[in-house]
């Protein structure tokens, strides 16, 4: 069974930058597709960022494209998000799920999540 860790988050301002980490244990993650989630007070768990076991394709939220990169470390069994010119509206709990198979921003179809990380991004 894999576990997922997500690691990284806490306050910043706007415009500053924050790296998360989704590290797994157990299974080798470079198997899986791998993405973001994020999930603010009172609403539902959005898709962010996702990429391809073989970290060739990626797909991101149009409120993210340009400002955030995904990536993997496979030989490190994490997948990464760098996030640049934060945002207050950024401001969530990012998530990161696991799954076989291609793009999908159904949370119902990851099999595998982490705890979250907490990002704060103030005005």
């Known amino acids: 069974q894999v576990q997922l860790v997500e690691s990284g988050g806490g306050l910043v301002q706007a415009g500053g930058s924050l790296k998360l980490s989704c590290a797994a244990s157990g299974r080798t993650l470079s198997l899986y597709y791998v993405s973001w989630f994020r999930q603010a007070p009172g609403k539902g768990r959005e898709f962010v960022a996702s990429?391809?076991?073989?970290?060739?394709?990626?797909t991101y939220a149009d409120s993210v494209k340009g400002r955030f990169t995904i990536s993997r470390d496979n030989a490190k069994n994490t997948v990464y998000l760098q996030m640049n010119s934060l945002k207050p509206e950024d401001t969530a709990g990012y998530y990161c799920g696991r799954r076989i198979g291609g793009w999908t921003d159904r949370v119902s179809c990851y099999d595998s999540w982490g705890q979250g990380t907490q990002v704060t991004v103030s005005s």
């Open positions: 990429i391809t076991g073989d970290h060739i394709d990626t």
